[in-house]
């Protein structure tokens, strides 16, 4: 397989052959939206049908290649990721507008995954358990599902991709990857340098394009045995109706409202440091970004000040720009959908202590800029407390004891992350065994997580297998069970 040479033309990948699609879709840097990042071949339902056929065909080969020699393959498009950091680090940067050293952190990441699941090629691990019968040896192996469908969002359009399609491959699983339209580079990057590291024909296919179009047939295909997604709770929902009329294999990922706790022994700065990172990096587009700050009451005031004071204080602007802290919204629609829950916000009687404007003066005037915005007096019964906004909005709310912040922090649809500061032990042991999330964070931002161990959360956030880490092949592989008698 050849890789296309044009700058600015991606093609989709089907059987390991680089096609064009009905048209194209641009991919333009939403910091500033007169540069034009590339663009992109529009795959049709046909296109998807192809390259599911395409899995299936290649499927048998890939199965039967020894476990060691598909992480090798992995390990061999991390080397060819590692090259070329700096150039996918910047291209993150102005396709997602997220800020150089969080994109350069996320495309560590994904080269770290490959490597990690690499790694698993060598210890794919099984099952060994002594019979009760004479003379009968008896173990289970891991086995691959078949033709796995990959839907993959915009705010991680790296990591994300890896961590799916990186457990899928080594499995021995055939993939077909659909990215989100706003930020599909990085992820074909990574499907590049799968080509570049050997990967046989149809066993790695992409097809970008409209998600509701390509969805549908990509769930509907014959060949397909699963389906792991990311994105939003009313896309997961609908995926999973079509997928279980065919009783699919499900993996979703979706919304988060997530807490972070401040104890009233806590460190003042570090809490504030961790909420401020949580609430804001990113641009507070991350499904484990902290959406809501709940502070005892003794330390309440002397927090919310210094909360404010380090939001006004954050700069926004382009992630380029070394001094940047907070970049643009992905696109129009969730700059729009943030400046609505901020008016919603003000509407339903919350006070906005900060920010929440349209940026519009340069450097931000020809992109998706808002500013950093914290809101207090909340009412736990508010659409900005219950609902998820991805975007730098954070809700502050006044805790009368632990059991009460426990209470407010539960009292939500979504469990995906959840974060305490405290310098209590005993605290740390009771918020780790009420607070009703997945992932749990002590003294450190609700964001940011760890390859190596499993991720996904519980309510309405996560349904199916977790990811990432050893657990990660529990939704790629089936077990197939031998009783031998020798």
């Not at 997602?96 to 050293?101: A, I, S």
Request: aromatic residues 8%; glycine residues 10%; proline residues 6%.
């Amino acid at each position: 397989m050849t890789v296309p040479t044009a700058s600015t033309e991606f093609l989709n990948l089907i059987d390991g052959r680089w096609t064009k699609g009905l048209g194209w879709i641009e991919n333009r840097n939403p910091a500033d939206t007169r540069e034009l990042i590339g663009v992109f071949a529009r795959g049709s339902a046909d296109d998807m049908r192809a390259a599911v056929d395409a899995a299936a065909r290649a499927f048998p080969a890939w199965a039967a290649t020894p476990a060691p020699a598909r992480g090798d393959c992995l390990f061999r498009a991390a080397a060819s990721l590692d090259a070329s950091f700096e150039q996918l680090a910047t291209e993150m940067t102005l396709e997602e507008g997220k800020t150089l050293p969080e994109a350069r952190g996320e495309v560590r990441r994904a080269i770290n995954i490959f490597r990690y699941f690499g790694g698993e090629g060598a210890r794919l691990p099984g099952m060994l358990a002594p019979s009760e019968r004479d003379r009968v040896f008896s173990f289970a192996i891991r086995r691959p599902l078949g033709v796995v469908g990959l839907i993959t969002p915009w705010n991680f359009p790296s990591a994300i991709p890896a961590w799916k399609l990186a457990p899928a491959l080594v499995a021995g699983n055939t993939v077909v990857l659909k990215p989100a339209s706003s930020s599909p580079l990085s992820s074909w990057r990574l499907v590049e340098a799968l080509v570049k590291a050997g990967v046989p024909a149809g066993v790695v296919n992409f097809v970008a394009g409209p998600g509701s179009e390509l969805g549908q047939a990509l769930v509907e295909a014959g060949p397909t045995r699963a389906v792991s997604f990311t994105g939003s709770c009313a896309v997961g929902a609908t995926l999973y109706d079509r997928a279980v009329g065919r009783r699919l294999r499900v993996q979703l990922e979706m919304g988060g409202k997530n807490p972070t706790v401040v104890l009233a022994d806590a460190d003042l700065e570090r809490a504030v440091d961790n909420t401020i990172n949580g609430a804001f990096a990113s641009t507070g587009q991350k499904c484990t970004a902290t959406s809501r700050v709940i502070v005892e009451s003794p330390i309440y005031d002397r927090f919310v000040e210094r909360l404010v004071a380090r939001a006004r204080a954050l700069k926004v602007g382009p992630g380029m720009d070394a001094a940047t802290e907070v970049g643009p919204a992905i696109d129009a629609d969730q700059l729009n959908t943030v400046m609505q829950y901020i008016a919603a916000g003000v509407r339903d009687g919350a006070t906005l202590a900060c920010g929440g404007r349209r940026l519009d003066h340069p450097p931000c005037d020809h992109g998706f800029f808002v500013e950093p915005a914290v809101f207090v007096d909340v009412d736990e019964r508010m659409a900005i407390a219950q609902e998820e906004i991805f975007g730098p909005v954070l809700a502050v709310f006044r805790a009368r004891d632990f059991d009460d912040a426990i209470r407010l922090a539960n009292d939500v649809a979504f469990g995906l992350s959840a974060s305490v500061q405290t310098q209590n032990v005993g605290r740390v042991f009771d918020f780790v065994n009420r607070i009703e999330a997945g992932l749990v964070t002590v003294n450190l931002p609700s964001a940011g997580v760890e390859y190596q161990l499993p991720f996904g959360g519980t309510k309405e956030s996560s349904f199916g297998p977790k990811e990432q880490g050893p657990n990660a092949l529990d939704f790629y592989t089936d077990w197939k069970t031998v009783y031998l008698r020798y």
